[in-house]
């Protein structure tokens, strides 16, 4: 059983830098593929971006390209998401997950076993 904790959320001033953690507890992190995913109150819970195991091969949606990077220390069982150029549409809650699923459909929620509590992300405009 893996347990996810995200950190780092809060208001931000749009235009600015977020970065968000999440660490990871009761499994061999370094073989799961790591996600984060938001969501809107009301709406889908979307793929944002993902990591495999190793670190070597970072994901992103179409959507976010460009402004987010993903990262993770396997040394400190740790993921982490930083968010450049904010804006106001970036507001939502922010959830990391885990997955030992390496069948390619890192971007589908319903790939990922674990999942942590959420951080919520306001960006003020």
């Known amino acids: 059983q893996v347990q996810l904790v995200e950190s780092g959320g809060g208001l931000v001033q749009a235009g600015g830098p977020l970065r968000l953690s999440c660490t990871a507890s009761?499994?061999?992190?370094?073989?799961?593929?790591m996600g984060w995913f938001r969501q809107v109150a009301g709406k889908e819970r979307d793929f944002v971006a993902a990591?495999?195991?190793?670190?070597?091969?970072?994901y992103y949606a179409d959507s976010v390209r460009g402004r987010l990077t993903i990262s993770r220390d396997n040394a400190k069982n740790t993921v982490f998401l930083q968010v450049n150029s904010l804006k106001p549409e970036d507001t939502a809650v922010y959830y990391c997950?885990?997955?030992?699923?390496?069948?390619?459909?890192?971007?589908?929620?319903?790939?990922?076993?674990?999942w942590g509590q959420g951080t919520h992300v306001t960006v003020s405009s």
């Open positions: 997950a885990a997955t030992n699923d390496y069948s390619g459909n890192y971007y589908r929620a319903q790939t990922y076993a674990y």
């Open positions: 009761g499994g061999t992190f370094s073989r799961y593929i």
């Open positions: 990591i495999s195991g190793s670190g070597g091969y970072p």
